[in-house]
Every structure is written in C-alpha cells, then in structure tokens.
C-alpha cells in the first residue's frame, strides 16, 4: 500500500477518504493562495490545478510518500468566488449565486518528492440555485459560518431547497473528486508493484 499524507485543514476531504477506505495521515502545506493569481492562467481549471499542485509542492517534511492536496474554486459570470473574506461578502456571494447557475471546480494533486512524480486532475460540477430570499441567505451564513468554503456555502449543510440541480459528482462539489483520486492510486500501485 502507497502512504499517502493529505496536505489539507478541510474534515469534509477528510471524511470522503474516510468514506471510501482510503487511509491518510494528516499534514498542513505552506503555499499561500493568494500568491497566484487567477487572471495569469489560461483558464480556471489551469488556475485551480495549479494551486493543488503548489500546495502539495510546498509540503517540504515528508520525503518519500505520497502528498494529496486539493483546491476548489466556484465560478459564476466568469468570477471566480473563492472563501469569503467576511460574513457580508458570503450573503454576497450567495446573493449571485440565487437564481442563477455556476460551477464548482475541484483538483487534486498526488506528488511524491523522492521519485518527483507529480499526477493532478480537475474536475468540473455544475449546480443551479433556485431564487433565494435575503433572510434565507443571511439566516444560512449566520448559522453555518461559511467563511472556510469557496462560493461561501457547503453542499452537505446548505438547505435542500437552495439548489435546484446538481450536475456532476458531489464530491467535486464538497472538495474532493474521489473517483479521479482513485483512478490515480490505482494507476501509482499498478506502476509500483
């Protein structure tokens, strides 16, 4: 089995690996995400690889196991909705997102530093909200403290009648696009035994 160390802060990637019987150890990444800057990419999901990639790059203590990280980012208009800086820019947020639809980009980013390989994927969903009203966004971000989430909302705790569909794998949507991170630890154990 491959040792694999999640360079991620966030339960909800913890509890997918969880979910599907992957086992990790937890560590933190020292990349700072405001030092990329979107516009600098050729497009968003170049941009989000790219900051999965940087993180698991910047883990510097583990030196011959396996690194995960991940980033997500929402899309609306051509904007990119990162983690709200503060609870009026969450409402704000959400205020865009009512009625309208956008996308959730997720990547992942397996990087060994011994053998230098690096293998990153990105993953697109896309959701639609149905009208919301200024009590329900303010009632939501005040009760749920979004401000750790990109778009300024969490699928698995929003309220059922926020969304109106969901196209796409949830779990790109939460963070973590499972079934590409598996697809890459099968591919690393076939070219490993």
Excluded at 24 to 36: A, I, W
Excluded at 127 to 144: A, C, G, H, R, S
Aim: with cysteine; proline share 5%.
């Amino acid at each position: 089995m491959i040792k694999i160390y999640l360079a991620s802060g966030s339960p909800r990637r913890q509890d997918i690996l969880n979910k599907f019987g992957i086992s990790f150890k937890l560590t933190s990444h020292s990349f700072d995400e405001t030092s990329l800057n979107p516009k600098a990419f050729n497009s968003v999901a170049a941009y989000v690889k790219s900051l999965a990639k940087s993180k698991a790059l910047s883990v510097q203590h583990i030196k011959k196991d396996w690194v995960l990280a991940a980033d997500t980012i929402v899309v609306h208009n051509n904007n990119i909705l990162n983690k709200p800086p503060s609870y009026d820019a969450a409402i704000a947020y959400l205020s865009q997102l009512s009625n309208s639809k956008h996308s959730v980009l997720s990547a992942i980013c397996m990087y060994n530093p011994k053998t230098k390989r690096c293998f990153t994927r990105c993953e697109k969903a896309t959701i639609i909200f149905n009208p919301l009203t200024n009590k329900e966004i303010q009632t939501y971000v005040y009760e749920k403290h979004p401000l750790d989430k990109a778009g300024g909302y969490g699928l698995q705790e929003i309220p059922h009648h926020f969304i109106k569909s969901v196209s796409g794998s949830k779990y790109t949507v939460i963070g973590l696009p499972i079934h590409l991170l598996k697809k890459v630890i099968k591919h690393i154990h076939s070219n490993t035994l």
